[in-house]
Nanobody, 125 residues
Framework: QVQLMESGGGTVKAGDSLKLSCTPY???????MGWFRQSPGKEREAVAS????????YYSESVKERFTISRDVMRNALYLQMNRLTPEDTAMYYC???????????????????WGQGTQVTVSS
């Protein structure tokens, strides 16, 4: 299992931007990867996913056109650029690894191989 560590969370105002990073400890290049988020009282939801060689990216409807997922294979890192943040984006954000065979859809929580411990994003109005 590849261990994951997220960073970059914080408290910002509505309309601001944040960039989250995820550092895998181990080689994550063979896995698809994704970002999830969870707010208190809500289920963990997929936000964005990316295939092993970054040829495919997928987004939830709520973040499409505002968030961008990317990965740097050389640095073995995963990123989530979040623009035009709203209070509804407030959540704990987690990165995850998944199957290399991820097809044209978001990574499902039930198929995640490993999770990070999360980084909190709080957006004030």
């Amino acid at each position: 299992q590849v261990q994951l560590m997220e960073s970059g969370g914080g408290t910002v105002k509505a309309g601001d931007s944040l960039k989250l990073s995820c550092t895998p400890y181990g080689d994550a290049s063979r896995y698809s990867m994704g970002w999830f988020r969870q707010s208190p009282g809500k289920e963990r939801e997929a936000v964005a996913s990316i295939s092993t060689r970054s040829e495919y990216t997928y987004y939830s409807e709520s973040v499409k056109e505002r968030f961008t997922i990317s990965r740097d294979v050389m640095r073995n890192a995963l990123y989530l650029q979040m623009n035009r943040l709203t209070p509804e984006d407030t959540a704990m954000y987690y990165c995850a690894t998944g199957p290399a065979s991820l097809s044209s859809r978001l990574l499902n929580p039930s198929e995640v191989y490993s999770w990070g411990q999360g980084t909190q994003v709080t957006v004030s109005s």
